[in-house]
């Protein structure tokens, strides 16, 4: 029995999904052994999820002669969310189905500092070109996820004083959305969005883990406990603006002096190859180099990792995760890179903090962010409380639809 109560009020049909959802729960017996319920209690919670087009019968003991189904599954192909993961210069969109599993997706370039409505119009066309695409349309759609490359005050859904989002701050991405969609919308950091995704999808035993995303800029996104921890502001693990050196040092981005990404920064690593004469425009370019064995690439590339590497292990003291994991392009960089941080981390850590700490590239890679910002908005969607209210308010008899159109902010149900 999972929480030892007995039961009771806390297994309400919402609960009950969750335990399918996670896959704790496949039959009636199933949940009587993980609930203690009644049979009784748990055929009235089956049917009105059953009702409600959440849970479906799965696999072969699917009806058959009359007889009630044994075996149900979540129905993740009831309807799809959007994504978009926006990065600095890097755009990705998809559709999923409820579970998060990726059906439809397109990535490419982009300016974030164009602007919200510029890089937001075009999020938008993508999506409808990746409804078009998986035949699905927007009445289907069950939740947008965002991911920015910037503080988000995670409530509102709002950017937060970013320092390379020109023209963001304070924007409603909600808001955008709601002129065209029905659904709600969720917006977060890109690098917690791809910690989440990470440590749910690769990593659920790590209940403490930094994922460190170096790409254009750089950033931290960390998990304690086994929650995406975001801070008081949103602004946490924001590592690429710690300091790293005082006067003397090269400026950076945000206007102060010897930040950690004006060394280690995509940007700064093609600013140093540009200096000693070397054709780079992106960081996909400055990968390239360091893969091919240029020397001075390797060098730079050594020297970032010494220094995202001196930042990670006061992290590593600081919070003693037991999984740091380097994700990002220029993670793609692998050895010279990886070796300058796991060199820095495990000579500069205490002991302790460094005994079973594990330092590894992204599993999910570039759909790390997507793949994250699916499975927080399925989460959200499909909270125990939020279903529980829609069945409620709805009757067992519900519309299938009305189970699932819960707002996330204000818990509204949307007509
Ligand atoms: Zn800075």
């Known amino acids: 029995m999972i929480n030892g109560s007995g039961g009771g009020e806390a297994f309400g049909p919402g609960a009950i999904l ?31 999820l059953f009702a409600a087009g959440l849970l479906v019968p799965d696999g072969e003991s699917a009806s058959t002669g009359g007889r009630p189904p044994t075996q149900f599954k979540f129905n993740a192909s009831g309807g799809v969310l959007l994504i978009a993961d926006i990065g600095a210069s890097h755009l990705r969109c998809a559709v999923t189905d409820l579970a998060g599993i990726v059906l439809a997706e397109e990535a490419g370039g982009l300016d974030v500092a164009a602007g919200p409505h510029v890089v937001l119009d075009q999020v938008s066309t993508s999506f409808e070109a990746l409804l078009r695409a998986s035949g699905r349309s927007p ?12 503080p988000v005050e995670f409530a509102t859904g709002r950017v937060v004083s970013p320092p390379i989002m020109t023209g963001w701050d304070g924007f409603d ?34 209940r403490d883990m930094l994922l460190i995303k170096l790409g254009t800029g750089v950033g931290c996104g960390i998990i304690a406990n086994g929650e995406l921890y975001r801070g008081a502001r949103g602004a946490a693990g924001d590592l690429g603006h710690i300091p790293y050196s005082g006067e003397g040092g090269p400026v950076c981005r945000c206007g102060n002096i010897g930040c950690v990404e004006a060394y280690a920064g995509g940007w700064a690593l093609i600013r140093d190859l540009r200096a000693l004469g070397h054709d780079v425009q992106s960081s996909s370019d400055v990968v390239r180099l360091i893969r091919a064995g240029q020397p001075d690439a390797v060098r730079l590339a050594r020297q970032a990792g010494r220094v995202v590497g001196q930042a990670i292990s006061d992290a590593v003291s600081f919070f003693n995760p037991s999984l740091v994991v380097i994700g990002g392009q220029l993670a793609h960089a692998d050895e010279p890179l990886l070796a300058g941080i796991r060199e820095v981390v495990y000579r500069r850590s205490l002991p302790l903090a460094t005994r079973d700490l594990q330092i590894t590239t992204s599993k999910l890679d570039e759909r790390a962010g997507v793949t994250g910002l699916a499975l927080m908005l399925g989460d959200h969607i499909f909270a125990p409380h939020a279903i529980d209210r829609a069945l409620g308010a709805d009757n067992v008899n519900s519309h299938p639809e009305n189970a699932t159109l819960v707002t996330l902010h204000d818990q509204e149900t949307v007509p």
Request: proline share 5%; charged share 20%.
């Open 173 to 206: 991405i909600p808001g955008y959305f709601a002129e065209r969609y029905t659904c709600p919308t969720l917006v977060d950091n890109d690098v917690n969005a791809m910690a989440f995704g990470e440590q749910r999808a690769c990593w659920p035993q790590h």
């Open 139 to 150: 009445k289907d759609v069950h939740g947008i996820g965002t991911a920015v490359p910037g």
């Open 18 to 48: 969750a335990l399918f959802r996670q896959g704790q729960a496949r039959t009636r017996a199933d949940l009587v052994r993980l609930t203690g319920l009644a049979r009784s209690t748990i055929t009235q919670r089956l049917d009105a």
